[in-house]
């Protein structure tokens, strides 16, 4: 049995923003260090609290793994003579090894026989190793936002006041500018601050909850959700909360106590998004509703300090929520003085970006663009979506948007059903913001569909026109989600609309704005779709061969991009899929400098090619049908039927002729098969065995 480790570092309130991550880093880095030392561990668990952070380790090895260091040395020939006797290379090589001569051995490579030596380097013992081990941990962690503090060099989330760090119930001593490790934690700042001795991690928790600490945070939202729950079924409703809420709460306190407060009922004529948005994203309370969904005028907050008269501190962040729906109260009904269409000239002000004009323009941009491709895709849609693309932005010059950036959109479509607009048009000003984050909801409707692609193909084009494009560390501008959310509209709503399609109308309405050529920017905005769509389908589960070899052929129908990607995943367990992509991996090396190709049957000489043809002419019409139809799976299968001949034409066929006629003709014969596959991918980008 091997021993348990538990260590924690206790700090200042951590940002609760960073502790979902701060618990994944944590594992992958310990598990990461553990490998490369050659360290055997199970059972890794990570938790976290606004104060301290925690590893525990329940299996942990006593000592390193032992290690085989294997040396090679001159080569067999050179280190012994004829009669097998050690040559100065190979007593300099023992010598430099510190072995003796007949301890060398041959070692079979690849380039043939040399001699060497194995040596097996005994592993530390884990005490010995564990300091270094921890304090490595503690500055790999990574922070969005680090700081350091007093005199010290150390960076760190927040300032660090203690460390545990137990193995196999001892202490492992190590040092941290001025924190000394020890076997001792904290409880709560306010209702136990006093430190406590801890011997293992069932201690460890026993203690921390008699210390008004929670240090599972899978607990804490456990306790969070019955709590509130039971808190809003006393109210009368039930209780309304996001995931994204819930993990927030959870990672504000250490000890979660439920407080519920009420509001007046005057503020329930308050727009209902106004008023969530207000609790959640501002008060961090969970809203309370009835069984038909409509907001309960009351509200559940999680303190983290079990108060002594809960009424004062329920009356206290009933003051916090009067004052900030009173000041929405006043803005909504100042907004609606302004129909929301007198606010577009309003834009005219606004700058979007210094280097894009203002937000007007923009407007007036996309709101081109929807209408094109709203008479490419659904003509009928376009009188409603050149009236949503219009007004899509105006909420942005309202009181309400000033105060709460939150609303932008949600707001708009209130106003603008106040304001007369049709449902439709209202739905689209909402719809067109959407998706806000990844794997987010959907537009659905048409409308807003349109203008939601039209604005964010706005803005990629226009960013990457101007230089400002995204790095691997910074996306000021949101392109990726941007990018992200017109593949999955168009994926979602099936649109037959091209990606060069959209560049182009998009380009074209910037009217020299712009210093490099559309054929620049083009080639940078598509190679920035394809590694959307990369990541994108890997993710998905798709191996990152198959996304490659169809990203390869071509990707600007989306909607046929990701019906060849499931075609050739499925199609990769054909027993024929493996042996004809080494086959066209070969015909794609041939290929590489041949351009031009131009087949004339008449010039060929053997059986075996006069077969590759028939086959191929016999094939491709089948395959072209197939694809006419998007079946692609079946286009797939009818290609794998050409493998007998593809296999005969390279046993028996000389492609490189020295007659320059026959072997120009040949290399037209692979080109015209090649292009065929390449109608669905490229299969040299294939990872094969063969």
Same mark, same amino acid.
């Given at each position: 049995?091997n021993?348990?480790?538990?260590?924690?570092i206790?700090?200042?309130?951590?940002?609760?923003?960073?502790?979902?991550k701060a618990?994944? @880093?944590?594992?992958?880095?310990i598990?990461?260090?553990?490998?490369?030392?050659r360290?055997?561990?199970?059972?890794?668990?990570?938790?976290?609290?606004?104060?301290?952070?925690?590893?525990?380790?329940?299996?942990?090895?006593?000592?390193q793994?032992?290690?085989?260091?294997e040396?090679?040395g001159?080569?067999k020939?050179?280190?012994?003579?004829?009669?097998?006797k050690?040559t100065?290379?190979?007593l300099?090589?023992?010598?430099?090894?510190?072995?003796?001569?007949?301890?060398?051995?041959i070692?079979?490579?690849e380039?043939?026989?040399y001699?060497?030596?194995? %040596?097996?380097?005994?592993?530390?013992?884990?005490a010995?190793?564990?300091?270094?081990?921890?304090s490595?941990?503690?500055?790999?962690?990574?922070?969005?936002k680090?700081?350091?503090?007093g005199?010290?060099?150390?960076?760190?989330?927040?300032p660090i +006041?203690?460390?545990?760090?137990?193995?196999?119930?001892?202490v492992? +001593?190590?040092?941290?500018?001025?924190?000394?490790?020890?076997?001792?934690?904290r409880?709560?700042?306010?209702?136990?601050?006093?430190?406590?001795v801890?011997?293992?991690?069932?201690?460890?928790?026993? %203690?921390?909850?008699?210390?008004?600490?929670?240090? @599972?945070?899978?607990?804490r %939202?456990k306790?969070?959700?019955?709590?509130?729950?039971?808190?809003?079924a006393?109210?009368?409703?039930?209780?309304?909360?996001?995931?994204?809420?819930?993990?927030?709460?959870?990672?504000?306190?250490?000890?979660?106590?439920?407080i519920?407060?009420?509001?007046?009922?005057?503020?329930?004529?308050?727009?209902?998004? #106004?008023?969530?948005t207000?609790?959640?994203?501002?008060? %961090?309370?969970?809203?309370?509703?009835n069984?038909?969904?409509?907001?309960?005028?009351?509200?559940?907050?999680?303190?983290?300090?079990?108060?002594?008269?809960?009424s004062?501190?329920a009356?206290?962040?009933?003051?916090?929520?009067?004052?900030?729906?009173a000041?929405? &109260?006043?803005?909504f009904?100042?907004?609606k003085?302004?129909p929301?269409?007198?606010? #577009?000239d309003?834009l005219?002000?606004?700058?979007?970006?210094?280097?894009?004009?203002?937000?007007?323009?923009?407007?007036?941009?996309?709101?081109?663009l929807?209408?094109?491709?709203?008479?490419?895709?659904?003509?009928?849609?376009?009188?409603?979506?050149?009236?949503a693309? *219009?007004?899509?932005?105006?909420?942005?010059?309202?009181q309400?948007?000033?105060?709460?950036?939150? *609303?932008?959109?949600?707001?708009?479509?209130?106003?603008?059903?106040?304001?007369?607009?049709?449902?439709l #048009?209202?739905?689209?000003i909402?719809?067109?913001?959407?998706p806000?984050?990844?794997?987010?909801?959907?537009?659905?409707?048409?409308?807003?569909?349109?203008?939601?692609?039209?604005?964010?193909m706005?803005?990629?084009?226009?960013?990457?026109?101007?230089?400002?494009?995204?790095?691997?560390?910074?996306?000021?501008?949101?392109?990726?989600?941007?990018?992200?959310?017109?593949?999955?509209?168009?994926?979602?709503?099936?649109?037959a609309?091209?990606?060069?399609y959209l560049?182009?109308?998009?380009?074209?309405?910037?009217?020299?704005?712009f210093?490099k050529?559309?054929a620049?920017?083009?080639?940078?905005?598509l190679?920035?779709?394809?590694?959307r769509?990369?990541?994108?389908?890997?993710?998905?589960?798709?191996?990152y061969?198959?996304?490659?070899?169809?990203?390869?052929?071509?990707?600007?129908?989306?909607?046929?991009?990701?019906?060849?990607? !499931?075609?050739?995943h499925?199609?990769?367990q054909?027993?024929?899929?493996?042996?004809?992509?080494?086959?066209?991996? !070969?015909?794609?090396?041939i290929?590489?400098?041949?351009?031009?190709?131009?087949?004339?049957?008449k010039?060929?000489t053997?059986?075996?090619?006069?077969?590759l043809?028939?086959?191929?002419?016999?094939?491709?019409?089948? #395959?072209?049908?197939?694809?006419?139809?998007?079946d692609?799976?079946?286009? *797939?299968?009818?290609?794998?039927?050409?493998?007998?001949?593809?296999?005969?034409?390279?046993?028996?066929?000389?492609v490189?002729?020295k007659d &320059?006629?026959?072997?120009?003709?040949?290399?037209?014969?692979l080109?015209?098969?090649?292009?065929?596959?390449?109608?669905?991918a490229?299969?040299?980008k294939?990872?094969?065995?063969?």
């Amino acid at each position: 049995m091997n021993d348990e480790l538990l260590f924690e570092i206790g700090t200042e309130e951590i940002p609760a923003g960073f502790l979902s991550k701060a618990i994944t @880093d944590m594992k992958e880095i310990i598990e990461k260090i553990m490998a490369e030392k050659r360290i055997a561990c199970r059972g890794i668990t990570c938790l976290a609290t606004p104060r301290r952070l925690v590893v525990h380790i329940a299996d942990l090895a006593k000592k390193q793994e032992d290690q085989t260091i294997e040396k090679i040395g001159p080569a067999k020939k050179a280190a012994y003579d004829e009669k097998g006797k050690p040559t100065k290379a190979a007593l300099g090589f023992a010598r430099g090894l510190g072995i003796d001569v007949s301890e060398l051995e041959i070692i079979k490579t690849e380039k043939g026989e040399y001699i060497g030596a194995r %040596k097996i380097v005994a592993g530390s013992p884990m005490a010995q190793l564990l300091p270094e081990i921890l304090s490595g941990f503690i500055t790999s962690l990574p922070f969005r936002k680090s700081m350091r503090w007093g005199s010290y060099d150390l960076r760190f989330a927040r300032p660090i +006041h203690w460390i545990l760090a137990i193995y196999d119930g001892a202490v492992i +001593h190590l040092q941290l500018e001025n924190i000394s490790s020890s076997n001792k934690s904290r409880g709560h700042r306010f209702m136990s601050p006093a430190s406590f001795v801890v011997s293992d991690f069932n201690d460890y928790l026993a %203690k921390t909850k008699k210390n008004h600490v929670i240090a @599972d945070p899978e607990e804490r %939202k456990k306790i969070i959700i019955a709590e509130a729950q039971k808190a809003a079924a006393q109210a009368g409703g039930k209780l309304y909360y996001t995931d994204e809420l819930l993990e927030t709460i959870t990672f504000l306190v250490e000890f979660p106590v439920i407080i519920r407060g009420d509001f007046d009922e005057k503020f329930l004529k308050i727009p209902k998004e #106004v008023i969530i948005t207000t609790m959640i994203s501002h008060q %961090k309370y969970f809203p309370v509703v009835n069984d038909q969904g409509e907001l309960l005028p009351c509200f559940i907050a999680v303190s983290n300090t079990k108060p002594r008269d809960e009424s004062i501190v329920a009356r206290g962040n009933e003051r916090v929520l009067r004052a900030r729906l009173a000041d929405a &109260q006043f803005f909504f009904e100042e907004d609606k003085k302004i129909p929301l269409e007198n606010r #577009v000239d309003s834009l005219k002000k606004v700058v979007f970006h210094t280097l894009l004009g203002t937000s007007y323009e923009k407007v007036m941009r996309f709101r081109k663009l929807a209408i094109k491709i709203s008479q490419k895709i659904n003509p009928a849609a376009k009188d409603n979506v050149d009236r949503a693309a *219009l007004l899509a932005k105006a909420d942005l010059e309202t009181q309400m948007v000033g105060e709460f950036s939150e *609303l932008q959109g949600v707001i708009g479509r209130q106003y603008a059903l106040l304001s007369g607009e049709k449902q439709l #048009v209202a739905d689209a000003i909402y719809e067109h913001y959407l998706p806000t984050a990844a794997g987010g909801e959907l537009p659905k409707t048409d409308e807003g569909a349109i203008v939601g692609i039209a604005d964010k193909m706005d803005s990629i084009v226009g960013f990457f026109g101007v230089g400002l494009v995204p790095t691997g560390t910074a996306d000021p501008y949101a392109l990726r989600r941007q990018a992200l959310g017109i593949i999955n509209i168009i994926l979602s709503k099936r649109y037959a609309l091209p990606l060069d399609y959209l560049f182009e109308e998009s380009f074209s309405f910037f009217e020299n704005t712009f210093k490099k050529s559309s054929a620049e920017i083009k080639k940078e905005v598509l190679q920035f779709f394809a590694g959307r769509l990369e990541n994108l389908f890997i993710s998905q589960g798709y191996q990152y061969d198959t996304v490659d070899a169809v990203l390869a052929a071509d990707f600007n129908d989306l909607v046929a991009f990701e019906e060849k990607v !499931r075609a050739l995943h499925a199609f990769r367990q054909n027993p024929d899929f493996e042996p004809i992509s080494i086959a066209f991996k !070969r015909v794609d090396n041939i290929l590489k400098s041949f351009n031009n190709p131009n087949l004339d049957v008449k010039l060929f000489t053997t059986e075996a090619e006069k077969n590759l043809f028939a086959s191929f002419a016999q094939t491709r019409d089948n #395959v072209t049908a197939e694809i006419n139809k998007s079946d692609y799976f079946k286009a *797939l299968t009818e290609l794998a039927v050409l493998r007998p001949s593809v296999d005969a034409f390279f046993d028996s066929v000389m492609v490189m002729d020295k007659d &320059q006629k026959i072997q120009f003709n040949r290399l037209s014969l692979l080109a015209e098969i090649s292009a065929m596959f390449h109608k669905i991918a490229d299969f040299s980008k294939i990872v094969t065995v063969g």
